[in-house]
């Protein structure tokens, strides 16, 4: 059997996915408890399961130390790696928003600012919104607590990712605008979807029949 090398997220999206991959009967007992553990093998099935950072799963997978992966849409359109898209798994639903404080009238659109200043961790997503629509954009890069920013004058508003939206509401923000939905996404190599593509084609048409249930 042709060996296969899988980068799973933490956080949000590992459970769900461990869940995709346990329906097909693919996945060891250790993995389901990972605790700090990063690798795992199954000598049955011919698998290895990386658990990295969601951001670098694309990573990986691009520079062939995973064949597959899974990673939010999020991710992929921020990073923009050389990979394949090859399914929608259809769990860990959230969308990247454009916020801002209560009492704004979308800011961005007040002719008194020369740039409206936006604090976010998806600086390309933010250039490519912004810029689409001829909006001059001073990116701040950001890696968390995103809703400080624009209550303590950092930003006017910020492009983030949100599931339900409440902690947007506890800090009295909200959403201005959608800039895209992002659900977990089945990612692969190139050279590893054409050299192991009946085994990688196969764990897609099975994972499909899982999440068409």
């Not at 956080?11 to 991959?21: D, Q, T």
């Not at 992966?69 to 798994?89: A, P, W």
């Not at 990247?96 to 800011?107: D, T």
Request: overall charge positive.
């Amino acid at each position: 059997m042709i060996p296969i090398t899988i980068a799973l997220p933490k956080g949000k999206l590992l459970e769900p996915s461990i869940k995709v991959f346990d329906a097909l009967g693919l996945v060891p007992e250790e993995v389901k408890d990972a605790g700090r553990r990063l690798i795992f093998k199954s000598s049955k099935h011919a698998l290895t399961y990386m658990v990295v950072r969601p951001s670098d799963v694309p990573t990986y997978v691009e520079y062939g130390a995973a064949d597959i992966g899974i990673v939010g849409k999020d991710m992929l359109l921020e990073l923009e790696k050389d990979l394949y898209e090859l399914l929608n798994l259809q769990f860990g639903y959230c969308r990247v928003v454009v916020a801002g404080p209560r009492e704004s009238v979308e800011p961005y659109k007040n002719e008194d600012l020369v740039k409206v200043r936006i604090a976010t961790k998806y600086p390309r997503i933010t250039e490519k919104f912004f810029g689409g629509r001829g909006i001059h954009a001073d990116i701040i890069k950001l890696y968390g607590s995103m809703e400080l920013a624009p209550l303590v004058g950092l930003s006017h508003i910020i492009v983030d990712l949100i599931s339900t939206g409440r902690t947007l509401k506890e800090n009295h923000l909200e959403v201005i605008e959608t800039i895209t939905d992002s659900t977990a996404r089945l990612i692969a190599n190139r050279a590893s979807l054409k050299l192991k593509y009946d085994r990688i084609n196969d764990i897609v048409d099975k994972l499909r029949k899982v999440i068409s249930r």
